[in-house]
DNA sequence: TTGCTATTTAATTAAATAATATAATTATTT
DNA sequence: AAATAATTATATTATTTAATTAAATAGCAA
């Protein structure tokens, strides 16, 4: 080992590598990348089995990925670092740019994309500071919880319709969501525009919107 | 397939993953992100066999990290794209800050890293600019005909000892290599110091020098 | 055509690893 | 001690893996 090491190194590199080349683990990175979270939720969002869980997120432990701490009789997890995310996007990127398969996928479910004109994040941020936007975030309860965007409502997919009273008037509505592949956003801005609203998306998510070091509120913050 | 969007997604990434999961195929990314490379050599460059390294090949292909074009009887391989690249240092940069294996690889072999300060890519491009600064290339001949910083002199490692004479006098020298990890670089900045020569490392390497967009010259670059 | 070279396939082997399910175990709290 | 949460152990079944050897294909030159 010692005599090579180059082929250790690689060696290292490819274990991380491995690690994210499942796609059950691919799905617990994503949803850690929402905020930190215990075996039973990682269980639910993945429906998979809490045994099977737990051996997943022991490779993801094993190649550096994840970190754990202990609540009470929980263990909770999170990813070890914000590298992990960027890690996780530039995988990302590199499929769309280069997989056909991704491409017709993105084309068919994602094609409003680019009509939806995202608003970039520094772009957002400027005209929070101007209080100038409602910011519009579609995910579910827990993940708003553990982290969001400064001033961002919460209001998920499902219950947007009915609750469109809830948004501020007259001010454009930025809607995000989980990541570059999360519909709801989109589902969340069409939905929004039919009723006469202003409204567009943030690119990628809140992830994204957290690694880019950016300021974010919520009970798993630097803050609390 | 086509009813679970996500899924069909998550599994197309899973699957660039899994083909940067195995040391020999990284191997051959590294090699290639110096430049673009028949089967022959890709297969003295890893010490695999040529059957195995073309089997290699088409996995890394299929995962849309390469390709290929035909040049009379050989075929040529090359990243598909500079994301592959950034993909690729993104893992590494992950890997060294969560695995303590690495972080032990990079202590007893790379230590003397924060000591010789490497100079950003930026900062090296300026000071082209302004003529104050002599540029070595300590790789192999053919990565470096394939592509260079603009104006680099190439002294592979072994022969810097007895071309010193080659090297204009009385500008600082920046040494670099193939990447991060690349030691030679190191080697050959310590014994331009040793000489009493003033030098210094660039940050990473060619390949990311490439990445960034900034200028290059040789035969496999934009302008040729 | 014939041969030469470079690369890709195909077929095979043997080893390793895969993911999941079930059951038992550990640790913590009440 | 009982209850809860997570991990570990074990087993099963299937798949995958990398690598070797040999055969096949494609382009080029004589």
Same mark, same amino acid.
């Given at each position: 080992?010692?005599? &090579?090491p %180059? ?7 490819? *274990? ?6 499942q796609p059950?683990?691919?799905e617990?990175?994503e949803?850690?990348a929402?905020?930190? +979270?215990?075996?039973?939720?990682? #269980? %639910?969002?993945?429906g998979?089995s =809490?045994?099977? /869980? ?6 993801? +432990? !094993?190649?550096?990925?994840v ?5 009470g /009789?929980?263990v909770?997890?999170? @990813? #070890? ?6 890690l996780?996007n530039a @995988? !990302?990127r /590199?499929a769309? +740019?280069h997989?056909?398969e991704? !491409?017709q996928v993105?084309?068919v479910?994602?094609n409003a994309r680019d009509?939806?004109e $995202?608003?970039?994040?520094?772009? *957002?941020?400027?005209r929070?500071?101007e209080?100038?936007v409602?910011?519009?975030?579609? +995910?579910?309860?827990d ?6 965007v400064?001033?961002?409502? &919460?209001i ?8 469109l009273?809830d ?5 454009e509505? =930025?809607?995000?969501c ?9 589902n969340?801005v069409a ?5 006469? =609203?202003?409204a567009?998306r943030?690119?990628?998510g809140y $992830?994204?919107?957290k690694?880019?070091?950016? $300021? ?9």
């Amino acid at each position: 080992m010692t005599q &090579n090491p %180059k082929g250790t190194l690689f060696a290292q590199f490819a *274990l991380v590598a491995k690690a994210l080349g499942q796609p059950n683990r691919l799905e617990l990175v994503e949803s850690l990348a929402q905020g930190e +979270r215990g075996v039973e939720a990682l #269980s %639910k969002a993945t429906g998979m089995s =809490i045994a099977n /869980t737990s051996q997943h997120l022991k490779q993801l +432990r !094993q190649a550096g990925l994840v970190t754990s701490r202990k609540d009470g /009789t929980s263990v909770i997890y999170r @990813l #070890s670092g914000e590298e992990v995310i960027l890690l996780f996007n530039a @995988l !990302q990127r /590199t499929a769309e +740019r280069h997989l056909a398969e991704v !491409q017709q996928v993105v084309g068919v479910y994602y094609n409003a994309r680019d009509h939806l004109e $995202p608003i970039s994040r520094e772009e *957002l941020m400027a005209r929070l500071n101007e209080g100038s936007v409602s910011v519009l975030d579609v +995910r579910p309860k827990d993940e708003y919880a553990a982290g969001h965007v400064p001033g961002a409502i &919460n209001i998920t997919s499902g219950e947007l319709e009915k609750r469109l009273e809830d948004l501020p008037e007259g001010r454009e509505v =930025i809607a995000y969501c989980r990541g570059t592949w999360c519909v709801l956003s989109f589902n969340a801005v069409a939905l929004l525009r039919a009723k006469g =609203i202003t409204a567009r998306r943030l690119e990628d998510g809140y $992830p994204e919107w957290k690694a880019s070091g950016l $300021p974010v509120e919520g009970t798993n913050t630097p803050a609390s």
